[in-house]
């Protein structure tokens, strides 16, 4: 049906109790239609907790946010209500509202609170107020939030409250308005499910009602019914019917009245003698038969009818003489049996008590004194065991105090303090094995990063010194070509230094006036070629900066020529790509990463924990360094505990784990074992898994540092090597080191630019064109065997011999594009790679979300294949395997049921069976009790009911017939005895 503004209001309002007025939350006293009092007009204000937000309270020494208000059931204030209010888990404070209804707290800053309403009889609702993100310059304030009217509902209704385990509203700090306000996304995402609690619970109120008032009418015709059948004389009937009437409202006096007064007439209308005749027949089949309660109830029945006769009294006495006879011999034989029991639980317990197990001990020695109440023994062992787990409780608290500050050190990196805690955690618990674990585990941790750090520090120190000692050795160098006026090997030996420091002055100065020099001496022509074929080479081998660099000293030459101005541009547009692309590329990461955490916060708003922590996941494979998915992996974590368990969370937990060990994903197997051991903190398997996956990565490291520092010293070796061949003039010798040192870091500045200078001088010793050859030789040799990288090193050597020579470029070119190639190659076979993981990964997603999950499952396995690494795929399939076996739990648990109920009505459908065959043999009294077994196995069934109700009928006939006929008999007789005294007179 349609919904105006004011049924909207209505029922936002019963879903969250919560109605605005005036600036107050108010908790609607009751969820009957009649009584729901009219709401604020503003939509906009509906769903929102608005309190006084701003507004001061009584100055007090600490500053925060104060909260009062009435809890109500209906209209009525409900006193007893306990309003508990927590913080990160752990209580903040707590309080039972007084015979007002009323509350009243303070919340600090800084912290998120869960405020929880609470009471016997009564469904749980909670509000979280969020009293972070208060600017500093406005703490020195007091806010408050007051006159709360919170409306408790019913817990005994035939609805799902389930949605009262998410806050009913969220309170966050908003700048925009200097106080407090609704988290409006919360809002939106809690409202749906709050309406629909508001429809159930309207509907068990309303069905709840209509149950009552049938209830009246049946009364009320039973009542008639029974008055009916007394005015006509059928007290049997109005027996039944006021019974039911009693049965349907107890607190009723008339049907207890009628009842008592049919039975008055019943036992009226009876003929006492024959009733009393009766009893004794059956009270003295019953005796022989040794079922002493039946008989008792009948010659009770008989001494009330006639109080005088001896013999039911003697019966009585005999019958309770036998009883207790039966009951010594029993009591004896039980006592035997009981002595028997106790004996054998306390030689169980004391073996457990010996051993140390006293929580398996204490149940046995409680069990043996229900026993034998009146032994000491096991009272004195309890109250000895109690003391003794009392002290060893006291010192677990302490124990397990210390062990979380511990933990909290180890986990925040304070490794200091925590090997503090958790030797004093020894002091408490001497045999703990997880203190110990984490004390070697932290002495292996800091002896590794004092390693590591010396070793950095070593190299860092090394490489700075190097760096150093290159610069000064290339201005050295430089200033003596600049002497001895050899301006264009000045230029290369300051342009060299520029690239070790970039920042400092002195070869840029000398650069210029090297180029004004050599501008003197070549002219101002010669030297525009030169810096504008610097600049050319520059382009071909894609250094744009120097590019653009050698075109401007190119225009200090010859300003505004046509050829330099348009290559700066095309210099300038060439950066400005790249600048782009990287940006572009930037733009499309940090899509993918707010795409997978808007999925993840969507998630999360659901309830859909476990779909939360996979995106969660997947935005911290996109940016590993940003902390939020990581932190909300850590809450999706606790609120799945919450709903599935610790247990099955752990499983789960170290399900991933195990797999990222498996996959050599250290890192993310170490995180996976952390959260398992915030579950369990003292697990020894996730614990050992941990400790598994931290020396795979302290041996990488290892293993990484090892191969870093036999790379730096196989360099270094070939470095030395090159300057001593280089010092003695060994300069072919000098370029075979620094291209092997090329070789073994390409990106080193130093080799490349000392096998420019031995190259130089070896083409003064053999000449130009020789020792051009020989480099050729040596590109044309890389080129062919596929070698790219060094054959183009070569042909820029080739080039710095023979600048623009055409074989040389061409033969450069040819290499740059076979580099270009296996580039383009990559980048292709990368992106076929990435189109068919992210098809896989988008199919399977479809068919998860369809619940097709074989379907999915096959789609996850071949993303898994494509990309092993990916945790994603891997996730998905273990959610789904969960919920598989899930499913087939399911069937299996439908198939049990329906199995059950097979049995049931092969069972029922005997009895009705043999009930029918009895009945049909006029056997009535067999044929009822068989009836009601078959009601018993389907009581909704109304057959059994009939058949049964038609039996009694059957025999309260012949009940009537047979009394009829006893009257006919005795009125026979009485005239046949009238008859005799006749004739004898």
């Known amino acids: 049906m349609p919904i105006d503004v004011h049924t909207l209001a209505l029922l936002v309002h019963n879903n969250f109790g919560i109605e605005i007025v005036t600036m107050q939350v108010i908790f609607l006293p009751s969820m009957r239609k009649n009584l729901l009092p009219t709401v604020s007009s503003s939509l906009a204000l509906v769903l929102m907790i608005i309190l006084n937000s701003g507004s001061l309270f009584a100055q007090e020494d600490e500053y925060g946010v104060g909260i009062d208000g009435t809890v109500f059931q209906g209209r009525e204030k409900l006193s007893g209500v306990k309003v508990t209010i927590k913080t990160n888990g752990k209580l903040f404070s707590e309080s039972t509202t007084d015979g007002n209804g009323s509350f009243e707290h303070k919340l600090n800053f800084d912290r998120i609170y869960r405020v929880y309403f609470s009471k016997d009889g009564f469904a749980e609702k909670y509000v979280e107020v969020d009293t972070r993100n208060v600017p500093q310059d406005q703490r020195k304030l007091n806010y408050a939030y007051r006159r709360w009217k919170v409306d408790l509902f019913r817990d005994d209704l035939d609805v799902n409250y389930g949605v009262l385990n998410r806050p009913l509203a969220r309170v966050v700090y908003i700048p925009g308005i200097a106080g407090f306000d609704l988290d409006k996304k919360y809002e939106k995402t809690i409202r749906p499910a709050y309406e629909k609690l508001y429809t159930d619970v309207q509907n068990a109120l309303d069905r709840e009602e209509q149950l009552k008032e049938q209830l009246y009418k049946d009364y009320l015709i039973a009542i008639e019914d029974g008055d009916n059948y007394l005015k006509e004389g059928y007290y049997e009937d109005a027996l039944v019917q006021y019974e039911a009437a009693n049965e349907m409202r107890p607190e009723e006096p008339y049907p207890i009245r009628q009842l008592k007064k049919v039975n008055q007439l019943i036992a009226e209308s009876q003929g006492v003698e024959e009733r009393y005749a009766e009893l004794l027949n059956q009270g003295d089949i019953a005796f022989d038969a040794n079922k002493w309660e039946e008989s008792k109830g009948y010659y009770l029945q008989a001494t009330e009818l006639k109080k005088k006769e001896q013999y039911p009294k003697d019966q009585l006495a005999a019958i309770d003489k036998a009883i207790a006879a039966e009951l010594a011999a029993a009591e004896s034989a039980e006592q035997a049996r009981i002595r028997k029991e106790y004996d054998a639980l306390i030689m169980q317990a004391d073996a457990k008590f010996t051993a140390a197990a006293y929580s398996e001990a204490k149940p046995l020695y409680q069990k043996a004194q229900t026993k034998l109440p009146s032994e000491p023994y096991p009272k004195q062992k309890i109250d000895e065991i109690e003391n003794i787990l009392r002290s060893q409780a006291e010192a677990d608290k302490e124990y397990q105090r210390i062990k979380a500050k511990a933990d909290k050190a180890f986990m925040d990196k304070d490794y200091s303090n925590a090997v503090t805690q958790y030797q004093n955690a020894l002091q408490v618990k001497p045999n703990d094995g997880h203190s110990t674990a984490r004390i070697s585990e932290i002495e292996a941790l800091l002896a590794g990063i004092a390693a590591l750090q010396a070793e950095n520090e070593r190299l860092a120190r090394a490489a700075q010194e190097q760096k150093e000692k290159n610069y000064k050795d290339f201005i050295e160098k430089g200033d003596i070509a600049f002497k001895a006026r050899n301006y264009p090997d000045a230029i290369t030996r300051y342009e060299s230094a520029l690239e070790i420091f970039s920042d400092r002055t002195y070869p840029k100065d000398q650069i210029k006036l090297a180029n004004n020099e050599l501008a003197k001496l070549e002219g101002l022509d010669k030297q525009y070629q030169r810096v504008m074929a610097a600049g050319d080479q520059n382009m071909v081998s894609k250094e744009y900066e120097k590019a653009v660099s050698n075109y401007e000293q190119a225009l200090t030459f010859k300003p505004g020529d046509e050829r330099a101005t348009a290559q700066l541009a095309e210099a300038r547009n060439k950066l400005a790509s790249i600048a782009a692309a990287l940006a572009a590329e930037g733009k499309a990461l940090n899509d993918q990463y707010d795409a997978a955490v808007k999925a993840g916060d969507d998630a999360f708003a659901a309830a859909n924990y476990t779909q939360a922590i996979l995106s969660y996941e997947r935005a911290s494979d996109i940016k590993s360094n940003e902390p939020y998915p990581r932190e909300q992996i850590k809450k999706a974590n606790a609120e799945l505990a919450k709903l599935e368990g610790i247990e099955k969370q752990y499983e789960r937990v170290m399900r991933s784990g195990d797999q990222n060990l498996a996959s050599k994903d250290y890192e993310k197997a170490v995180e996976y074992y952390d959260q398992a051991l915030n579950l369990k903190p003292n697990d020894t398997r996730a614990a050992e898994q941990r400790n598994k996956a931290k020396a795979e990565l302290a041996a990488i490291a290892a293993g990484l540092a090892a191969q870093q520092k036999a790379l730096n010293d196989k360099y270094d070796a070939e470095i030395r090597s090159g300057d001593a061949s280089f010092s003695s003039k060994k300069y072919a010798k000098a370029i075979q080191h620094y291209e092997t040192a090329l070789e073994l870091k390409p990106n080193e500045v130093y080799p490349r630019e000392q096998l420019k200078l031995a190259n130089s001088q070896l083409a003064r010793l053999e000449g130009v064109e020789k020792q051009y050859e020989r480099v050729m030789k040596s590109g044309d040799q890389k080129l062919a065997s596929g070698d ?198």
């Open 788 to 985: 790219f990288e060094q054959a183009k090193g070569f042909y820029e050597q080739a080039l710095d011999l023979k600048p623009n020579d055409e074989r040389a470029v061409a033969q450069l070119n040819k290499a740059k594009a076979e580099l270009a190639a296996i580039a383009a190659a990559l980048v292709a076979e990368q992106k076929a790679l990435n189109d068919r993981y992210n098809a896989a990964i988008n199919s399977g997603d479809a068919s998860f979300n369809a619940q097709n999950y074989e379907q999915a499952k096959s789609s996850y396995q071949q993303a898994v294949a494509l990309k092993p690494s990916e945790a994603y795929p891997k996730n998905q399939i273990l959610l789904i395997e969960d919920k598989l076996n899930e499913l087939a739990q399911q069937a299996r648990m439908e198939e049990m049921a329906a199995a059950a109920l097979a049995r049931k009505q092969e069972q029922y459908d005997q009895a009705i069976g043999k009930a029918d065959k009895l009945l049909a043999s006029k056997d009535y009294v067999s044929a009822k009790s068989v009836y009601a077994e078959a009601q018993g196995i389907f009581p909704e069934k109304t057959y059994p009911a009939q058949k049964i109700q038609e039996i009694d009928g059957i025999l309260a006939g012949l009940a009537a017939a047979d009394a009829e006929r006893k009257a006919a008999e005795t009125e026979a007789q009485k005239k046949e005895d009238q008859y005799k005294e006749m004739i004898s007179q």
